[in-house]
């Protein structure tokens, strides 16, 4: 299956720790999305690449957090300093830059439990 | 800002009944609009889209038509299985090509 890949698929982790999730995309899609999603919410839009470039930024990204897709690959995202409130399903997505075709192909995210 | 608006749940039927979901959308133009479907334990996946207005989506029987007048894009099935149980959530792709999703409805089917 070369659908969206996320690592890990869980983590739990004290209040103030740093973590990062990784995800890898399905190989020939130029965009990439991260998304946070809360119990009984939609997913919210956090962060988008076209390539290696990171065209947009949610407000809820706060300075904690930090993406990168280097080489326009794979992406990770990067909590600093967590909090109980960033507990949470990360989800990832990628897709062709076409609004006409544009499906995004989601992950099976990665759920965050601050402590 | 664009946004989703859909009907909140649960929403429980029994086996063989008909569906509706309301979904409404704010948006600048016409943007492409998605039924995604969450299944317990699953990634979310496509369900069905429309990219232009009177436009009919339809998967697994499921249709929803972008409908311009009233800025809805309503899920319906007909007959609706225990296999549907699922969370179903409306979204518009926007002038940058990301998704703004609603808050998402839970359907519960009984046999």
């Known amino acids: 299956d070369t659908g969206v890949s996320q690592n890990p698929r869980h983590k739990i982790t004290k209040r103030g720790q740093n973590v990062t999730f990784r995800c890898d995309p399905i190989?020939?899609?130029?965009?990439l999305y991260w998304y946070r999603q809360t119990l009984g919410q939609g997913p919210e839009f956090l962060t988008y690449f076209q390539n290696e470039a990171q065209l947009e930024k949610s407000r809820l990204l706060s300075d904690r957090f930090s993406a990168e897709r280097p080489k326009g690959s794979f992406s990770t995202l990067e909590i600093q300093r967590t909090e109980q409130g960033d507990s949470a399903m990360y989800l990832c997505a990628s897709s062709l830059a076409d609004r006409e075709t544009g499906e995004l192909f989601f992950g099976e995210g990665s759920r965050l439990t601050v402590l | 800002g664009d946004s989703v608006t859909q009907m909140e749940g649960p929403v429980t039927l029994s086996e063989e009944a008909f569906l509706t979901i309301n979904c409404t959308y704010t948006a600048t133009g016409y943007p492409s609009l998605f039924w995604y479907v969450q299944y317990p334990g699953e990634g979310l996946q496509l369900l069905l889209k429309?990219?232009?207005?009177?436009d009919k989506g339809s998967n697994k029987g499921f249709e929803a038509t972008y409908r311009k007048e009233t800025t809805s894009f309503h899920l319906e099935k007909g007959s609706v299985q225990v296999s549907d149980s699922a969370v179903y959530f409306c979204?518009?792709?926007?002038?940058?090509?990301?998704?703004?999703f609603g808050s998402g409805t839970r359907l519960l089917v009984r046999p």
């Open positions: 979204a518009l792709m926007d002038s940058s090509y990301k998704l703004i």
């Open positions: 429309a990219t232009k207005a009177d």
């Open positions: 190989s020939e899609h130029n965009r």
